[in-house]
Nanobody, 120 residues
Framework: QVHLVESGGGLVQPGGSLRLSCAAS????????MGWYRQAPGKERELVAI??????KYADSVKGRFTISRDNAKNTVYLEMSSLKPEDAAVYYC???????????????WGQGTQVTVSS
């Protein structure tokens, strides 16, 4: 079994910064991609940032403010968030595409989410 565990969420004031972490563990051959999604109440889950093969992509709404990075040796992905806005408030979910063996392609795994609240 593969598990993804997020950490680093919490309460931050507008304009503040926060760093999220997500560590994958379990039976893993390799990880093809890792990323962050978020979902605010009443809204669809949306991609925030993803890193795969050394290439990163960001949602337009977070470009210049968020940075995704990855420690491959530790199977960990980070999301550094700065200049946070109230509209950034959401539950942030870690996602990873993981290869278990050579017989199939990667399978998506999700963390349980970590709450980010942006408020005065």
């Amino acid at each position: 079994q593969v598990h993804l565990v997020e950490s680093g969420g919490g309460l931050v004031q507008p304009g503040g910064s926060l760093r999220l972490s997500c560590a994958a563990s379990g039976s893993i051959f390799s990880i093809t991609s890792m990323g962050w999604y978020r979902q605010a109440p009443g809204k669809e889950r949306e991609l925030v940032a993803i890193i795969s093969g050394g290439r990163s992509k960001y949602a337009d709404s977070v470009k210049g403010r968020f940075t995704i990075s990855r420690d491959n040796a530790k199977n960990t992905v980070y999301l550094e968030m700065s200049s946070l806005k109230p509209e950034d408030a959401a539950v942030y979910y870690c996602n990873a595409g993981i290869l278990r063996d050579f017989k199939a392609g990667p399978v998506d795994y999700w963390g349980q989410g970590t709450q980010v609240t942006v408020s005065s």
